[in-house]
């Protein structure tokens, strides 16, 4: 041995370190292939070795040394096993096109080498010790005893002779180079790990900040937009350049620039971390979004505040729905003016002595049960709401307009006169008597009470009003709902005049059976109106069916037999008609016990209610009809003579035939 084979090893020792410090500078470029980079890394490590071939220590007939086993072994420790077999094959192939005795200790010197590396930290009793200096000098020292063992594969003759020549440098040199190239492969190692961590989070955050199901963006202390994310872009309707050039209040509703401003003072102040508020913005077409909006600071180093980073989430849907229930929870849906819930809380706001004196007007729509019956219920609701219009139009110096109960009104005046309340209704009364719906003539009633003291009970001036209001009430009924009685027949016949002329013949007929049976006249004039009403309930069936020429469905026959039960509950409404309301009520029972709406049987059916079957049936035979053209009268007659017993009284029948029948050129003519 002498001192150039220390050079020459030193040397080389000097190249591989110089190389692997290079090494680091291909991080781009395996970054960039992506999933390729453990192939690139491979070919580079090759590289390296083929460069570290290039320069050995040479000696006779091809045996060279040179520091590619500190590299494989440390790569192998390092890195990943395909990037060190990928060198490993270009070094192998290298080494062969070298050629020489030494081809087959090089070989193996590659092998073994890239072995240990890859075993070495998988062994057990020394994967617990790390790398530390210790852990990696014995592991050099491993590397390089195997692979002076690999001199045995040399020709006889040069093995003791290169031992004697390398064997001291390589195991003062070789074990420390391995430490020193391993911990420099490390460190490199660690760093492209981390910034592949820091580049794999950047891609990731940039991911959910360009594609996220909110709005993102960074606004400067002063408010300014310094990036922001496409769906904000798109929830305000503005392009990025335009945001960036926008102040943070521009898209915000004037009204609600303010409504943050104590918690982002305090959130400059370090005082909470992040705050988050509901807000109205201005969307590029001046339409308003509602969003919420979560605001924190990003602290530099420096610790000062720098920006803000703020998440943008539409809740328009959320507001409107909210909105929604709060309307609905105070207002009633059908006429539109608050409900007694909301009346409630207003008047324990308002019972103030300044507020005297406070005035309590309930109104409520006359006959609006008989209006529902006769007219249905989408009309009685077209009533309600015709009478809130004009209470609104009429009443807006109250305070407020609540519908309270089904058809009852609260009005609520404060520090008005009670002549000004009284011209305030003579006016509303003025406008109700020009208003109708559907032939309906308005008509309501009302209660007035006033709380003049504040030591009075406000519960007590309402009690005072709806007292008023149900004495004016029942002091009308009588009148009101004969007048309504009166509407009710005046719209029936006014839509369907083939239904006039009919109750009129039916009338007529069921007045002469009864003064034919010697009934007195009390009875013979109700069974006249009885006769003039009966079919009053067909105000409640549509012109549709009533007019179908088709056979009737089974649903539209059951709502045909419904007009008997409406007619009763229309009529019993009112004292004067409650006996003819039973009677219209029976009208379509039979002698047999299988008409409807009871099924009532023989002498059960009122003898009113059987004249008018009778007086009805033959005046619907003898009648054009939508379906069918009149019967003559021998017909009828047949009809009606077949049917006594079952469908009609025989009494009655026989009476009608013999008495009634030649007479009926006296009866009302069908061309009225």
């Given at each position: ?48 070795g ?14 060279s ?76 020292l491993?590397?390089?005893?195997v ?47 981390n ?67 104590t ?67 105070y ?121 003049t003291?504040?030591?009075e ?11 008023k ?8 009924r ?7 009685i ?39 004039n ?58 219209i ?54 009809e ?33």
């Amino acid at each position: 041995m002498d001192n150039s084979t220390f050079l020459r090893l030193f040397y080389n020792a000097e190249l591989l370190i110089s190389l692997v410090v290079f090494y680091p500078i291909t991080t781009y470029l395996k970054q960039k292939s992506g999933r390729s980079a453990n192939i690139i890394g491979g070919v580079i490590l090759g590289v390296i070795g083929i460069l570290l071939m290039t320069f050995p220590l040479q000696f006779d007939h091809g045996i060279s040394f040179d520091t590619r086993s500190v590299l494989l072994g440390a790569s192998a420790l390092t890195f990943g096993i395909i990037p060190v077999l990928i060198a490993s094959m270009i070094m192998v192939l290298y080494r062969l096109y070298l050629g020489g005795a030494g081809v087959t200790m090089g070989i193996l010197v590659i092998f073994t080498s890239v072995s240990i590396g890859y075993f070495w930290p998988r062994v057990k009793h020394i994967s617990h010790i790390g790398n530390t200096w210790f852990n990696l000098y014995l592991f050099g020292l491993i590397v390089h005893v195997v692979m002076l063992m690999c001199t045995a594969f040399l020709p006889r003759a040069m093995i003791l002779p290169t031992l004697q020549s390398v064997l001291l440098p390589i195991m003062i040199i070789y074990p420390i180079l391995t430490v020193i190239v391993t911990k420099i492969l490390s460190t490199f190692k660690n760093m492209q790990d981390n910034n592949q961590k820091i580049y794999e989070a950047e891609r990731k955050f940039h991911s959910v900040f360009d594609y996220a199901a909110i709005g993102i963006g960074y606004v400067t202390i002063e408010g300014t937009f310094i990036d922001l994310n496409q769906k904000l872009s798109e929830m305000l309707g503005y392009s990025h350049e335009e945001l960036n050039l926008l102040n943070f209040d521009a898209i915000t509703f004037t009204e609600d620039r303010c409504k943050d401003s104590t918690d982002r003072m305090r959130l400059f102040n370090r005082k909470i971390d992040n705050y988050s508020v509901d807000k109205r913005f201005l969307k590029r077409d001046g339409s308003i979004i509602w969003m919420n909006l979560s605001v924190s600071l990003i602290i530099t180093a420096e610790e000062d505040p720098s920006y803000m980073i703020c998440t943008f989430m539409d809740i328009t849907e959320r507001k409107s729905a909210e909105e929604m229930m709060t309307y609905l929870t105070y207002h009633d849906p059908e006429t539109g003016v608050s409900n007694r819930r909301y009346y409630e809380e207003h008047i324990q706001k308002i019972n103030q002595e300044e507020n005297l004196p406070i005035t309590l007007v309930l109104v409520d729509v006359n006959g609006l049960k008989l209006i529902n019956d006769a007219f249905g219920d989408l009309n009685g609701d077209a009533v309600l709401r015709k009478l809130s219009e004009i209470l609104m139009q009429e009443c807006t110096a109250s305070d407020l307009i609540s519908r309270i109960n089904g058809s009852e009104f609260i009005i609520v005046f404060t520090k008005k006169s009670r002549a000004f309340i009284d011209s305030v209704f003579h006016q509303i009364n003025r406008k109700i008597a020009d208003s109708s719906i559907e032939n309906i003539q308005l008509s309501i009633s009302f209660g007035i009470a006033s709380k003049t003291s504040i030591d009075e009970d406000i519960q007590k001036i309402y009690k005072e009003a709806k007292d008023k209001l149900d004495k004016e009430k029942l002091n009308d009924r009588t009148s009101m709902i004969s007048k309504t009685i009166s509407i009710i027949m005046s719209s029936l016949f006014e839509k369907n005049k083939r239904e006039m002329y009919h109750s009129a013949r039916v009338s007529e007929i069921s007045e002469q059976i009864a003064i034919h049976m010697n009934l007195s006249k009390g009875e013979i004039n109700k069974i006249r109106v009885a006769g003039l009403m009966h079919d009053i309930g067909k105000i409640g069936i549509s012109d549709r069916i009533l007019n179908k020429i088709d056979p009737l469905s089974e649903e539209e026959w059951e709502e045909v037999q419904r007009h008997s039960e409406i007619g009763y509950r229309i009529l019993s409404s009112a004292n004067e008609f409650s006996e003819v309301a039973e009677y219209i009520l029976s009208h379509h029972e039979r002698w047999d016990g299988t008409g409807y709406p009871k099924g009532l049987k023989g002498n059960e059916i009122p003898y009113q209610s059987r004249i008018i079957a009778i007086a009805d049936s033959f005046d619907a035979m003898t009648s054009d009809r939508s379906y069918r053209k009149a019967l003559s009268y021998a017909d009828a007659f047949q009809e009606i003579k077949l049917k006594s017993g079952s469908q009609f009284d025989p009494a009655i029948v026989d009476l009608f035939i013999n008495q009634i029948l030649p007479k009926m050129n006296h009866l009302p003519s069908k061309n009225l």
